[in-house]
């Protein structure tokens, strides 16, 4: 089971960036997949969340509004659709996978595998 985060980038604030989380080894149909930070100094942060089904969607308060995770079945890949950046969302972006999702609660810990990260740096 791998997965792979891409996308990031150096983004002026007020921008957008569309990460993707790719996975080999199994399929997203029996895996809910949930997006993570980790900004320098600071504890990993969870982001969004999704449901195998494409249902159970849950975000932090942080990025409600601003951020939409969605399932894009044609490329096969968990996106994370950002606007509105601002600086403070600079970190390392992570995807991960959970084979028992609950629907409504999305932390680090029910995740099984995670990928590597990638960078998005928002510039003021």
């Known amino acids: 089971v791998q997965l792979q985060a891409s996308g990031g980038g150096l983004v002026q604030a007020g921008g957008s960036l569309r990460l993707s989380c790719a996975a080999s080894g199994f399929s997203f149909d029996d895996y809910a997949i949930g997006w993570f930070r980790q900004a320098p100094g600071k504890e990993r942060e969870a982001l969004a969340c999704?449901?195998?089904?494409?249902?159970?969607?849950v975000y932090t308060d942080s990025v409600k509004g601003r951020f939409t995770i969605s399932k894009n079945v044609v490329k096969n890949t968990v996106d994370l659709q950002m606007s509105s950046l601002k600086p403070e969302d600079t970190a390392i972006y992570y995807c991960a996978a959970a084979m028992h999702y609950s629907g409504s609660i999305c932390v680090e810990y029910n995740m099984d595998y995670w990928g590597a990260g990638t960078q998005v740096t928002v510039s003021s």
């Open positions: 999704i449901s195998s089904s494409g249902g159970g969607i």
